[in-house]
């Protein structure tokens, strides 16, 4: 069975620091992962995904994250937060069965940034 | 505790049939409630939002249609399901805009 499982469900850093949010995930399958961010006030961003290519993964505004397959993670980093990226940040993993692609939220990080 | 609860996990349907997904939230009142979807390569797409019993906000304009008959149920419909209408559907609820959304288990739609 697949799970995922955000180790933090608060993040506090400064801005101009780096950024770290954790997540682990479990699969009897090749997974696919995602990153997205809910912004206050907006719907879900997708920032990034991977698809079995490269194992570090670019996304938009600045983060990424690497995929991990012995450790079975794919922590999201960023090396210098901005005040805009305050946000809740969701890990998906999305694996393929018989029976379709099934998508398996974490519980959600929340990232507070301070000046 | 608050849980939410999506059914089926999967469903085969052919081109033409009629289609219902349902959703129901416990431990809270009033919640803002989601229909999400992911077509295969792409990112989650808001389909329909409702802040309260017989309120929905469409974000895109589809073959899909969505009604909320009680407080803590959210359900999508079809009256004629399309190929394209084959996708991960996923309900999601939250306390209000830019709350943090806690979502359902999903379902797998196969439209052949």
């Known amino acids: 069975a697949q799970s995922v499982t955000q180790l933090d469900s608060h993040v506090s850093v400064s801005e101009g620091t780096p950024v770290l949010l954790r997540c682990n995930y479990s699969?009897?399958?090749?997974?696919?992962l995602f990153w997205y961010v809910q912004h206050p006030n907006k719907g879900l961003q997708l920032l990034l995904k991977?698809?079995?290519?490269?194992?570090l993964v670019k996304g938009i505004n600045g983060f990424e994250a690497e995929f991990k397959k012995s450790e079975t993670s794919f922590h999201l980093t960023k090396p210098s937060a901005h005040m805009s990226d305050a946000a809740e940040y969701f890990c998906?993993?999305?694996?393929?069965?018989?029976?379709?692609?099934?998508?398996?939220f974490g519980k959600g990080t929340t990232l507070s940034v301070s000046s | 505790s608050q849980t939410i609860h999506q059914w089926p996990a999967t469903l085969v349907q052919p081109v033409g049939s009629p289609l219902s997904l349902e959703c129901t939230v416990e431990g809270t009142s009033n919640p803002n409630l989601y229909w999400y979807r992911q077509a295969a390569g792409r990112g989650l797409q808001l389909l329909f939002y409702?802040?309260?019993?017989?309120?929905i906000s469409s974000e895109v304009p589809q073959n899909l249609s969505a009604s909320r008959p009680q407080d803590r149920q959210f359900i999508l419909s079809s009256k004629k399901l399309l190929l394209s209408d084959s996708g991960f559907y996923l309900c999601a609820w939250n306390k209000g805009v830019g709350e943090k959304l806690f979502f359902g288990s999903g379902t797998q739609l196969s439209v052949l």
């Open positions: 998906v993993v999305s694996a393929a069965n018989q029976a379709g692609t099934a998508l398996i």
């Open positions: 991977y698809t079995s290519a490269a194992t």
């Open positions: 699969s009897s399958y090749s997974p696919s």
């Open positions: 409702s802040v309260g019993i017989g309120q």
